[in-house]
């Protein structure tokens, strides 16, 4: 696959005319530097400039695709010519390249891509106070000066402020609604209010503490030299070809070598199960639940001293609340696991029969995988976060840590139950490599108590009223949007509603490098710098390496960094830039350098990584001391990775809750009795405070709203409804999130289709590559259709990220998943992505391919 996907970009870069930029000196007063500008360069100027010696610089690959991969640019008199990506050492199982993905080596036409921001520009038909709001996504923009865009941004803030309060402001800063260099000056001018909720994680971003004792992205994965003494490796909803194709691919193809038999479970038969499984077992999407608990089922009838199937011993010595002789104190034992699976109570026994009516996969399957889950030690299962992005989700978070305890694959050799996604997937344990702190201190946000969470935050602006806890509604009066690091509107529940807020409010400012939907639906636009334009930047990857990347190019046109936008807008309101910055880049990246720790070989401890020298201090112009490692500096920086080298057997191998399950009450947890809590009163009044819906201590079966059962009028004779299809959005290759979802050559190599099977095909008249339309009661897409058999009957699937191009009758022609997502808030503050119904039918238009879509460029 590596080789098809360099043959095709190596192919389109052939046959692409290269990008290059000069220096012009700005008119602006504001600018303290030149800015740069594109152009097409000629094969002649080419050639020349390929004759002369250039320098490989490591690139930032920064985006949140868990990778983290080695990417160098070639830069001859500022031009980059062409990129690589890992060559720095040979490459092997042991010692693997840190190779990127497609999406890695297609930067440079992100950073370079004829779409980028040049100028501040405002709507043509803005005022203060907004003018025709509805015009915000359809109006003309007008380039103005970084005076008046600042001039205008600072006014409004002022205003806004004066009038209602700064409650009135709200500020979205990255995937996670956390940190941004615009919420440091919002916070000292008064604060501001800001979004909370996991759009990624799911309802593990809240759960996997209080159930697991462990921090929301540690995970409990052992390392990746165990993953070959497992015995059964099972992939659940997880597809590492696409989401993290570089080392947690490889380590499962290596397991896969060795001979151990892989059991794949998913709606769709994807790249990877194509690649590794030996078995297919195919779920209805938002249904996983069901099957864990009929897992369940089947391990406690079955099991026998004749025929063991469940490790009591870890059960009875490391967890709370399985049956009714281990439940936390001052609790009903009713309430116990085990006799919910049985029925004891409520007459409905989580059989196999049960879960098959809803999750659609076959009672004997559920059966024979069960007995052969709990036979076959160890096992390891590693789950996708999707799977948990679902109303209610904290259930599936409750079952897999319920059937990973039961069947004893927790704190031993080749046994591990767990999520495995982003930077720690399929390679769990500490950093063995880990950077220091940057130094600088977050500033408090007066209004940290007053957050929207993503699942209503529209709603929230629409209708003045936000959920503020258990039986609590607060009032709201948001005047300013402000978009900083983030897609939101692309990227949260109900696209149509989004837009409805954004035309509500009295402006929307948008920091960006291209014109995102973000942008695209704002006021006014700042171009924003990319990483490339920056001093350089310090990345954490897997937990064997470490990157520093350094500046490529100089910023383009007019674009600044973030942190200068806020240091403008905030002198303008009479805060002090020293405040918003007190330690510059350069000296927070040499910070992280200086900090930075490196695990011994006998893994004891960690020593110094870098070297330093009192005449390295001078070259690099920053502060510090001098210090011994065990890589000089300057080395360091030139190699731009540090990856500590692995062997099998090795000392750094991790097995997590090792001592815990030896000893739990030597070894706690940090949960609340010290245990696996599989009857979890926290994360229970966690869900019930949040204030949308009752949390439950234990794993329970709750449909969500637009869940397979809701894809029926009549679900007990089963007559298919209005929206009779379920909707599954997936982690495509062309994109991470909605990041480098301009880039042409991306979506030239990996189409966004829809994926229907040919069973609901052929009852609606639909062929492949067929133009459809796919809708519900929350919008519309249109999207060409590709038939298979290779997706269950009765799903249907569309990558997510792609970005909003909504037509005259209101169709996104682009495939905004978020389109047809319904806003149904459920704690533990998670969005309900993968449980949405929908119809498809044959479109009378053709649309063409969204690679050959008009791109994004303007001024």
């Not at 005319?17 to 000629?42: E, Y």
């Not at 864990?292 to 490391?318: E, G, M, Q």
């Not at 702190?437 to 969470?453: M, Q, V």
């Amino acid at each position: 696959m590596e080789n098809f996907i360099e043959k095709i970009l190596n192919y389109k870069v052939n046959r692409r005319s290269f990008l290059k930029w000069t220096a012009a000196a700005s008119a602006s007063l504001m600018l303290t530097s030149c800015s740069n500008k594109l152009k097409v360069i000629s094969k002649e100027e080419r050639e020349s400039l390929m004759k002369k010696k250039g320098k490989w610089i490591t690139a930032p690959c920064w985006h949140n695709c868990g990778g983290r991969c080695l990417i160098k640019a070639y830069v001859v008199d500022g031009v980059v010519l062409r990129t690589k990506t890992d060559d720095t050492h040979t490459d092997s199982y042991d010692n693997p390249q840190q190779r990127a993905c497609a999406r890695g080596r297609s930067q440079i036409k992100q950073v370079l891509g004829a779409d980028r921001l040049k100028y501040p520009m405002k709507r043509k038909h803005w005022v203060p106070g907004g003018g025709d709001k509805e015009l915000r996504g359809k109006d003309q923009w007008v380039r103005i000066s970084w005076n008046e865009a600042l001039y205008i941004v600072s006014s409004e803030l002022e205003r806004i402020k004066t009038k209602y309060g700064n409650k009135a402001i709200y500020s979205n800063n990255g995937a996670d609604g956390t940190g941004g260099e615009n919420q440091r000056m919002l916070s000292l001018y008064g604060g501001s209010v800001e979004m909370f909720g996991s759009r990624s994680r799911g309802a593990w971003a809240k759960a996997m503490e209080p159930i697991l004792g462990v921090n929301q992205k540690s995970h409990i994965m052992n390392d990746r030299m165990d993953l070959l003494n497992a015995k059964l490796i099972v992939l659940w909803g997880n597809n590492p070809a696409w989401n993290t194709s570089s080392s947690a691919l490889r380590n499962l193809i290596r397991a896969k070598e060795k001979g151990i038999k892989f059991i794949c479970i998913d709606p769709i038969y994807s790249t990877t199960i194509s690649l590794l499984a030996d078995e297919y077992i195919p779920i209805r999407p938002a249904t996983d639940t069901t099957m864990l608990l009929a897992i369940a089922y089947v391990l406690i009838t079955n099991d026998s001293p004749f025929n063991p199937l469940i490790d009591w011993d870890f059960l009875n010595r490391c967890t709370v609340g399985f049956d009714a002789e281990h439940m936390p104190k001052d609790v009903d034992p009713k309430e116990n696991f085990k006799d919910y699976i049985l029925g004891t109570y409520d007459g409905q026994p989580k059989n196999p029969k049960w879960a098959s009516e809803i999750c659609g996969i076959p009672e004997d399957k559920i059966i024979s995988f069960a007995l052969e889950l709990g036979k076959t030690k160890p096992a390891t299962v590693l789950f996708g976060w999707n799977m948990a992005r679902v109303e209610k989700g904290q259930h599936v978070c409750l079952a897999q840590a319920t059937v990973g305890a039961m069947t004893g694959n927790m704190g031993i050799k080749g046994g591990c139950f767990s999520v495995s996604c982003q930077e720690p997937a399929g390679n769990g344990g500490p950093n063995l490599i880990k950077p220091g702190e940057d130094g600088l201190k977050e500033i408090k946000n007066p209004l940290e108590k007053i957050k929207l969470c993503k699942s209503e935050h529209w709603n929230a602006i629409l209708t003045g009223k936000y959920t503020a806890g258990k039986n609590k509604k607060g009032n709201i009066d948001i005047r300013f949007i402000y978009h900083s690091h983030s897609s939101t509107l692309n990227q949260s529940n109900n696209i149509n509603k989004g837009i409805k807020a954004h035309r509500k409010v009295d402006f929307v400012l948008t920091n960006q490098y291209v014109l995102n939907p973000d942008a695209a639906y704002s006021d006014v636009v700042l171009p924003a710098t990319t990483e490339w334009e920056r001093y350089g930047t310090v990345l954490t990857g897997n937990r064997e390496i470490l990157i520093w990347a350094s500046q490529v190019i100089k910023p383009l046109f007019e674009a600044k960094d973030d942190m200068w936008i806020a240091k403008e807008i905030g002198k303008r309101l009479g805060i002090s830039p020293q405040k918003i910055e007190p330690i510059d880049l350069k000296q927070r990246v040499f910070n992280k350098v200086a900090g930075a720790k490196v695990m011994k070989e006998d893994g004891s401890t960690y020593e110094n990584l870098v070297t330093i020298t009192q005449n390295d201090i001078s070259s690099l112009g920053v502060q510090g001391k001098p210090q011994k490692g065990i890589i000089g500096i300057m080395e360091f920086k030139e190699n731009g990775i540090y990856q500590v080298k692995r062997k099998q057997n090795d000392k750094y191998v991790y097995i997590h809750n090792k001592k815990f399950r030896e000893n739990p009450e030597k070894n706690p947890l940090k949960t609340k009795s010290g245990k696996i809590e599989l009857h979890c009163k926290t994360l229970a009044d966690i869900v019930t405070k949040a204030g949308w819906n009752k949390g439950n201590p234990i794993a329970k079966y709750e449909a969500p709203t637009e869940g397979y059962e809701a894809t029926f009028s009549d679900w007990k004779n089963k007559i298919k409804g209005k929206y009779p299809l379920q909707f599954c959005s997936v982690h495509g290759q062309r994109q991470s999130h909605s990041n480098m979802g301009n880039v042409p050559w991306l979506r030239e190599a990996f189409l966004c289709h829809l994926t229907m099977n040919t069973v609901d095909a052929k009852e609606r008249g639909i062929s492949d590559n067929d133009t459809v339309r796919i809708f519900n009661d929350h919008g519309s897409i249109l999207r060409k259709v590709h038939v298979t058999e290779l997706i269950m009957p009765g799903v249907v699937a569309l990558p997510q990220g792609s970005w909003l191009e909504i037509d005259k009758d209101g169709n996104c022609m682009a495939g905004s998943v978020n389109m047809l997502t319904g806003d149904y808030p459920s704690g533990p503050d998670i969005e309900s992505f993968q449980a949405c119904i929908v119809q498809v039918e044959k479109h009378n238009s053709t649309i063409e391919e969204d690679y050959k879509f008009k791109q994004r460029i303007v001024l």
